[in-house]
């Protein structure tokens, strides 16, 4: 009986034995360092995520290579640690698409093609997002280890993460378990090489009004973001069209200074044309060039609505001369009738701007209201007074419909020779009159203006804009805003009734320009001041297809000359469409078919100007940034220098030893195999 108790007391120590083998094994312990040894060969099974910082400031040199090559180098040292069982998931920072599932990788093969088909981004890293991408891996991963290697250029601005909302707790800011280590590497921290960089921070087209044959003038923004002074001699230079137009040298710019400075050049054709400015080669080369897209009408289209065309012969004459022998007139000129103006819904697509003359016969409100929608839809429209107006019925209906001043009285007579007005005052400084004069002070005839006389015109009363006034002291033209679009009055016909003025040196230009400016409106539309970047996207409107369908597909050409199918759609009235994958910086073009060679619309996308930013976050900076997401904050992180440390060892320095649960399970196994013979020995025993 002693030996059958015994053998009882054994049986449940091997059976309480026993579960507590399986029980441990599924737990899957793991023990530090190298005493696991012991126990079995290899270490715990590790799930990596490499996030690599491949933004455009990652082109930048040092002694030891360009950044993005140091940061493949030490990836790959880092992935000769991963063995079978393991898996790691790399994500490039500044190439995160959204959607997209980065699949773990098995074989030291894969990760280091990986790695190689790393390139520098024209855009910055978005390393909060690789943050939450790799807690994601990292909760659904079933391995002991889990561990983060971010390796970048440690850019202050990188460590900028979204500021919580209100409702947010911390357990909602942490990413990470306690089961986590997070390896920070910084290239370019030890070195302390002061660098001269400059870089563009905007270009913009100062010249409101795009004609042939005239100059566009440009404001650019220089911004040293280095620690040592420009160079004297740095150039500045202009391109359209991909060839040289200007030139000029940027003065010395103390350190993180900025400096406005203006370059202007003749466009040698029309249509859409890229440009773009370009400085030397300094520490950093993609912030030395910046684009921009201008349209410039080959040929604009002007409605003349008058009652009689002889009225308008002069408008005609002025708009459809030629100023170059070799070069077809700007302008084409198509009368109506001014009852005619009640159509203009459907005549507006192909009139970039219409001329308006108003005489005796009296303008019906239908009309009027017509008139008043397109010029608020966003177009421009000229009003001359002709002779013989009903004063009281315009200021009635034309004056009243349109919001614009009232007509005073008719002041002047056609037999008094010997007095008349004349231009008095004009407003340079407008952008109707961009270009137009001679610079000079004083009096007109400074600037190279001989004023007409007017013996007959029309006194309006004050409001809008005076851009010529006369020395009576009424307006000879006035602009006036009406919704998006804008009406310019002129006190007088375009005819030898009234005054001398189709004589004049001043008519000419005066008319063209009145033409130029009202048919910039018709062109300019949400496209035109948007400043597109290189890792968002946008909607761009596409004016040369009003009346298209949505689903049409459409051809995009990048920078780098491929082509991909868009489609587009219609909102609002207007036919758009959505980009979302213009990721370098350049101009892009937009094709009907890939047999069409003319663009029907063009964009420039440009890297946004604080990757240019040359500051690092400090080393307190960066982990109190990264330790807000982690549930044991500093005791988490480890530094990894790579130009010192021998990434490998520290790394299998830093993990779990081994895991124990096979161990644990064959220990099972015996327990149960002895178990079981003990049980058969003490039946037996039992038995007799």
Not at 497 to 509: G, H, Q, T, V
Not at 586 to 603: C, L, N, Q, R, W
Request: net charge negative; hydrophobic share 40%.
């Amino acid at each position: 009986m002693r030996k059958v108790k015994l053998k009882q007391i054994l049986l449940l120590i091997l059976r309480t034995l026993l579960i507590i083998c399986i029980v441990t094994a599924f737990s899957r312990p793991a023990i530090r360092g190298y005493l696991g040894g012991f126990f079995g060969a290899g270490h715990a099974n590790t799930t990596v995520v490499l996030l690599v910082d491949n933004s455009a400031s990652m082109s930048r040199r040092s002694g030891e290579g360009s950044y993005i090559d140091q940061a493949k180098k030490a990836v790959s040292e880092i992935s000769t640690v991963i063995d079978e069982g393991d898996e790691a998931v790399v994500i490039p920072l500044a190439s995160i698409e959204k959607g997209k599932v980065y699949p773990p990788l098995h074989t030291l093969q894969d990760i280091r093609k990986a790695i190689a088909d790393f390139h520098v981004a024209d855009a910055p890293a978005k390393m909060e997002d690789g943050l939450r991408i790799a807690s994601s891996v990292l909760a659904s991963s079933h391995n002991i280890n889990k561990e983060i290697y971010l390796i970048s250029d440690g850019q202050f601005r990188n460590y900028s993460f979204a500021k919580p909302g209100a409702n947010d707790t911390l357990q909602h800011l942490r990413l990470f378990d306690d089961q986590t280590k997070i390896f920070v590497s910084d290239i370019g921290a030890a070195e302390k090489i002061s660098v001269r960089n400059l870089s563009i921070d905007s270009l913009i087209p100062t010249t409101t009004i795009y004609e042939p044959g005239r100059p566009v003038e440009f404001t650019l923004h220089i911004h040293n973001t280095g620690e040592v002074p420009s160079s004297e001699t740095t150039v500045l230079s202009l391109f359209i069209n991909d060839e040289r137009v200007a030139q000029r040298t940027i003065n010395t710019l103390p350190p993180q200074k900025s400096e406005k400075v203006t370059i202007s050049a003749l466009p040698r054709s029309s249509g859409f044309i890229s440009v773009r400015a370009e400085l030397e080669d300094d520490a950093l080369a993609f912030d030395n060039k910046r684009f921009v897209s201008l349209w410039i009408p080959i040929k604009r289209h002007i409605g003349i609505f008058t009652a009689h065309e002889v009225d308008a012969q002069f408008i005609t004459l002025a708009l459809e001369q030629s100023l170059s022998d070799n070069k077809d007139a700007p302008y084409s000129v198509e009368f109506h009738r001014v009852e005619e103006l009640r159509m203009l819904p459907s005549l507006q697509a192909q009139l970039d701007a219409i001329f308006i003359e108003c005489g005796s016969d009296k303008l019906d409100l239908l009309d009027i209201v017509a008139l008043k929608n397109y010029i608020t839809s966003g177009r421009g429209a000229s009003m001359f007074m002709l002779d013989g107006i009903d004063l009281q019925n315009f200021n009635a209906t034309v004056s009243t419909t349109l919001s614009i001043p009232r007509i005073e009285s008719k002041e002047g007579t056609a037999s008094g020779l010997t007095a008349y007005a004349s231009i008095s005052q004009i407003d340079y400084a407008h952008p109707f009159f961009a270009g137009m004069f001679e610079e000079g002070t004083g009096a007109l005839s400074a600037r190279g203006i001989e004023s007409p006389k007017i013996f007959e015109y029309y006194r309006v009363a004050r409001g809008g804009i005076p851009l010529i006034q006369l020395s009576s002291g009424t307006s000879f033209l006035s602009q006036y805003s009406l919704g998006k679009g804008e009406l310019l009055l002129y006190s007088i016909p375009p005819s030898l009734i009234y005054s001398d003025f189709p004589r004049k040196a001043i008519f000419l230009p005066l008319i063209r320009r009145t033409a130029a400016y009202l048919s910039s409106l018709a062109s300019r539309d949400e496209n035109a001041d948007a400043q597109h970047l290189t890792d968002q996207a946008f909607d761009l409107t596409l004016p040369l297809l009003s009346n298209e369908q949505s689903g049409r597909k459409l051809i995009l050409k990048t920078p780098d000359g491929s082509a991909e199918r868009i489609e587009s759609f219609t909102s609002a009235g207007r036919t758009r469409v959505h980009i979302d994958n213009a990721t370098k910086a350049g101009v892009y073009h937009i094709y009907k078919d890939m047999e069409t060679s003319e663009p029907i619309a063009t964009f420039a996308v440009n890297i946004r100007t604080d990757e240019s930013d040359l500051k690092q976050a400090s080393r307190d900076e960066a982990d109190s940034a990264i330790a807000k997401l982690s549930a044991q904050p500093f005791q988490s992180l480890t530094h990894l220098d790579i130009s010192k440390t021998n990434l490998a060892e520290t790394v299998k320095q830093s993990r779990f030893g081994v895991e124990l649960w096979q161990s644990f399970l064959l220990a099972s196994i015996v327990l149960a195999i002895a178990e079981m013979l003990v049980a058969r020995e003490a039946k037996k025993q039992a038995s007799t």
